[in-house]
Structures are given as structure tokens and as C-alpha cells.
């Protein structure tokens, strides 16, 4: 699979558990950490659970794993699945409002995903 259809497959993913504000940033150029960050936000800690289930498992059908996991115990407010040069951070909204990842990176160029999400959901 390309960078491009694992990206469709992610945002997909989220988009079908009702991630909110899913974002994808392309960091290629800024860090040696991956390619691309795939950030977004549950309403709780079952359902930021429920969003990392939902990617690992549509990856896997792909025959794609995450190199590692974390956060993925009770009560965690901020996973993230490690897919080599994408890394998908899943955080609870108050987590994620208090690290803000997009602030951190502003100077990654946001990746175009409203012809991946459903039309009721593109904001």
C-alpha cells in the first residue's frame, strides 16, 4: 500500500467511530520521527480505546501492524500506534488541548482529508 492509501485507511478508520477533529500533518521535512501524524480526539477514555481498535483493526485487514503501541491501558487519555513513518496520536479533548501537538508542529503542512471523511462529517 501507498503512504497515501494507509492515510485513506486511518482517516477512514477515525471517521467511522466519530473521531472529532481529525487532523493529518505531513512532518516529513521537520523531524525523523515518520512522514505524517495523524492526530484526532474521542469524547472519553473508552471511546480514544475505541478509535485505536478501530485503526489497528482496519490496518490489520490490510496486513499492516503498528511497530509499537502506546497508552492503551484503563483510563488512558493519549494512545498512539506507531506505523514506522506514520504515527497516529489518539488523545481524550482535554489531553490534546493541553499538549497541542498541531501548535507544536505549526509548521507542518496539513494534509487535505475531506475527501476521506463522510459528507456529514466534513466541517
Same mark, same amino acid.
Request: aromatic share 8%; no cysteine; charged share 30%.
Given at each position: &500500500?501507498?503512504?497515501? *492509501?494507509?492515510? *485513506?485507511? &486511518?482517516?477512514?478508520?477515525?471517521? =467511522?467511530?466519530?473521531?472529532?477533529?481529525?487532523?493529518?500533518?505531513?512532518?516529513?521535512?521537520?523531524?525523523?520521527? !515518520?512522514?505524517?501524524?495523524?492526530?484526532?480526539?474521542?469524547?472519553?477514555?473508552?471511546?480514544?480505546?475505541?478509535?485505536?481498535?478501530?485503526?489497528?483493526?482496519?490496518? =490489520?485487514?490490510? !496486513?499492516? *501492524?503498528?511497530?509499537?503501541?502506546?497508552?492503551? !491501558?484503563? !483510563?488512558?487519555? #493519549?494512545?498512539?500506534?506507531?506505523?514506522?513513518? &506514520?504515527?497516529?496520536?489518539?488523545?481524550?479533548?482535554?489531553?490534546?488541548?493541553?499538549?497541542?501537538?498541531?501548535?507544536? #508542529?505549526?509548521?507542518? *503542512?496539513?494534509?487535505?482529508?475531506?475527501? #476521506?471523511?463522510?459528507?456529514?462529517?466534513?466541517?
Amino acid at each position: &500500500m501507498t503512504q497515501q *492509501e494507509v492515510l *485513506e485507511v &486511518m482517516v477512514k478508520a477515525l471517521d =467511522s467511530k466519530r473521531a472529532e477533529n481529525i487532523q493529518v500533518l505531513k512532518v516529513r521535512d521537520l523531524t525523523i520521527l !515518520g512522514d505524517y501524524f495523524i492526530i484526532a480526539n474521542g469524547t472519553s477514555t473508552t471511546h480514544t480505546r475505541t478509535l485505536a481498535d478501530e485503526v489497528e483493526f482496519q490496518l =490489520s485487514q490490510k !496486513g499492516l *501492524e503498528p511497530l509499537h503501541r502506546e497508552g492503551r !491501558g484503563n !483510563g488512558s487519555n #493519549w494512545i498512539v500506534l506507531d506505523y514506522a513513518d &506514520m504515527i497516529v496520536h489518539i488523545f481524550y479533548k482535554e489531553t490534546r488541548d493541553f499538549y497541542q501537538l498541531e501548535r507544536l #508542529w505549526a509548521d507542518a *503542512e496539513e494534509v487535505d482529508i475531506t475527501p #476521506w471523511l463522510k459528507p456529514e462529517r466534513v466541517e
